[in-house]
């Protein structure tokens, strides 16, 4: 059995035998994916880069909607918030372009265009923080731009305050929102976003049938927000407190 099937199976044994809601009575919260849930993983994405800088405003001078993001992280296998745990999120501007890399330019029909835009030396909309005691963080960014053939996302990356594996998911978005979004200014010159995937469907990415990565969006007198929580284990907490030889070595 995989290490991942293994700790799934864990977790999910943890939850029917009532012992994470034994153990969250006094911190389970109603957000997002709902309490002490794990949050499924996904692919990282090819635009994924190694340096992402340590803020909450990720805007820069990007143009868009404003939306921020509640993110709490916890741990299933004991329904406790994890402090420490370093956050990482990055998505498309509105043009739907990803700073770091050197984005291919589509054609209308979403075929290559043969044309590049180069943004390598940019950071825009990416960023990382560390949770607070609480497990929290907050990130305030744009409302992500679509490109063909994908549904509106963004990627998320948890990384352990210790040891253990990062947990890699990626996060969409209501498709009634995005109309209403790509109808404003900043995206009406591209209109919506012709992939319009719903929970359920078929789809090579197979975590667009999970709900629960489905942000709950609210709105605000200049955008969005989305309060989510952020489902995980890291197994090498299941080994208690790590030697030197280990933190270090």
């Given at each position: ?23 969250a009575q006094d911190t389970q919260s109603a957000i997002g994916a709902g309490a002490c849930r794990l949050t499924r993983q996904d692919v990282t994405g090819p635009f994924y880069v190694d340096f992402y800088p340590d803020r909450a ?193």
């Amino acid at each position: 059995m995989k290490r991942r099937q293994m700790i799934t199976g864990l977790a999910a044994l943890a939850g029917s035998a009532g012992l994470g809601r034994v153990l969250a009575q006094d911190t389970q919260s109603a957000i997002g994916a709902g309490a002490c849930r794990l949050t499924r993983q996904d692919v990282t994405g090819p635009f994924y880069v190694d340096f992402y800088p340590d803020r909450a405003n990720l805007m820069e001078s990007e143009k868009g909607l404003p939306l921020t993001l509640d993110f709490m992280v916890r741990d299933v296998m004991s329904c406790k918030p994890v402090p420490g745990a370093r956050v990482v999120i990055w998505h498309a501007n509105a043009e739907g372009y990803y700073s770091g890399v050197e984005n291919p330019v589509l054609a209308a029909d979403g075929t290559l265009s043969g044309d590049t835009a180069d943004f390598r030396e940019a950071t825009f909309l990416r960023g990382q923080q560390t949770t607070d005691a609480s497990g929290r963080v907050r990130f305030v960014t744009a409302y992500p731009g679509w490109y063909f053939p994908r549904a509106t996302h963004l990627h998320v990356k948890v990384l352990p305050p210790d040891f253990g594996e990062e947990h890699t998911t990626q996060l969409y978005f209501p498709n009634a929102i995005n109309d209403m979004v790509y109808a404003s200014e900043h995206y009406v010159h591209r209109g919506p976003n012709p992939t319009r995937k719903q929970p359920g469907d078929d789809s090579p990415i197979f975590s667009y049938g999970d709900e629960s990565l489905w942000l709950n969006l609210k709105r605000t007198s200049d955008g969005f927000e989305a309060a989510h929580e952020l489902g995980v284990v890291f197994y090498g907490n299941m080994f208690g407190p790590l030697t030197d030889h280990y933190r270090h070595g």
